[in-house]
């Protein structure tokens, strides 16, 4: 069956989406501006509460850029909801209808509110930042094509041979997997490079629906470049994200950078200086430290990785599991020498001394760290002993 290439996207709608993305790439600019800035630190890195008075300047550039954009939201709302319905249905279309509608609400809300030049920003900022987080969402969606997709449908007999060669070079590491998107279908498909079953000097690219790693895994098509790959592939649908109701609350708190950390201690005159910065790495007993947010991110990596629901995904997660446990376990290992660092109440032997900065200093023996007296030989042990 050839292959039906879908519509390009209307005059209007093009203008609309390039609008929308105009407006993500301004509101990206002023959340990168103040994500560090926050005080006190906000909920969670994706809910952004711009401070008072000193962002008013801020949230009318960026109103301004809304406004420009206000006129196409419906267009681009409506392009949205037809490409919803032009697909196959899924359960999370529920879900992608309850954010277009939200959307809708909050450009509504929005136009009602005044102009952020005579005050009242912050209640204008929420609506703005919707838009803001839901621009890519909104952007696939409204360039979903409207009209189903047509596979270039292989034999029985050659899908079986393909299908058999693609198995035998991912049990080898010869099939190296390109990109990967969902269709309207719900399939999971992947774009991967294999050497040609005839030609080994010869490098084909296939297109292959479901896990790779699973018996499952079934070849669609080949194709002579991955530029042509693409050209037949069905459209890609919005992906998913690891937490549907936000990511949870990341420590914000001010803390020196391992730099600085390194310095203090290259500096210190006293344990105590580096049980300090040490403290900063393991955490105290009340609040964690650098090792403690690694420990966190590695946790939100393994749920991500579980959440690709793939064979992959299920190593690389028990892989960043164990990382996250050692982590751990250096953290507590590091907090007993942070303690016995600051109980030794030592400071460095006089001899060290600082080396002149412009004259020069007579050649001396390097100082080092006097080493520890070497441990008998266990014969020796056993020969005291008797």
Not at 68 to 87: F, K, M, Q, W
Not at 193 to 199: F, I, N, Q, R
Not at 327 to 335: A, F, I, P, W
């Amino acid at each position: 069956m050839p292959i039906t290439s879908p519509p390009s996207p209307t005059p209007q709608l093009r203008q609309a989406v390039d609008s929308l993305t105009g407006y993500a790439a301004q509101y990206a600019v002023i959340r990168l501006r103040y994500e560090r800035a926050l005080n006190p630190p906000r909920p969670g890195y994706w809910q952004i509460t711009v401070p008072g008075a000193a962002a008013e300047g801020h949230i009318r550039d960026l109103a301004e850029a809304f406004n420009r954009l206000l006129p196409h939201t419906g267009v681009l709302l409506e392009s949205a909801r037809a490409g919803i319905d032009a697909i196959p249905p899924a359960r999370h279309h529920a879900g992608w209808r309850l954010l277009l509608d939200d959307l809708a609400h909050a450009a509504g809300q929005a136009a009602r509110l005044p102009d952020p030049a005579r005050g009242g920003g912050d209640r204008l900022w929420p609506y703005l930042q919707t838009w803001g987080e839901r621009a890519t969402l909104l952007r696939d969606l409204a360039l979903q094509p409207q009209q189903p997709h047509s596979d270039v449908v292989l034999s029985a007999p050659e899908e079986e041979l393909w299908t058999a060669h693609a198995h035998a070079a991912r049990l080898r590491g010869l099939l190296q997997p390109i990109e990967s998107r969902y269709d309207a279908a719900g399939r999971q498909i992947t774009v991967a490079s294999a050497l040609h079953p005839e030609d080994p000097d010869e490098e084909i690219v296939l297109v292959l629906s479901g896990d790779i790693d699973s018996p499952g895994m079934r070849v669609m098509g080949h194709h002579t470049s991955h530029d042509d790959a693409i050209a037949h592939l069905p459209a890609a649908v919005p992906p998913g994200v690891l937490y549907p109701a936000g990511p949870p609350s990341v420590s914000d708190r001010q803390a020196p950078s391992l730099a600085d950390l390194t310095r203090d201690v290259a500096g210190g005159r006293h344990s105590g200086d580096v049980a300090e910065a040490i403290s900063y790495i393991a955490g105290h007993r009340a609040e964690g430290g650098y090792l403690a947010d690694i420990a966190a991110f590695l946790d939100t990596c393994t749920a991500w990785a579980s959440a690709m629901d793939t064979r992959a995904g299920l190593d690389l997660a028990a892989r960043l599991r164990m990382l996250a446990a050692q982590t751990r376990q250096l953290g507590h290992e590091l907090r007993r020498v942070g303690d016995d660092m600051d109980a030794a109440v030592a400071v460095l032997p006089p001899y060290r001394t600082p080396a002149p900065r412009h004259l020069k200093a007579p050649a001396t023996p390097a100082l080092t760290t006097t080493p520890l007296p070497a441990a008998p030989p266990t014969s020796a042990l056993h020969a005291h002993r008797r």
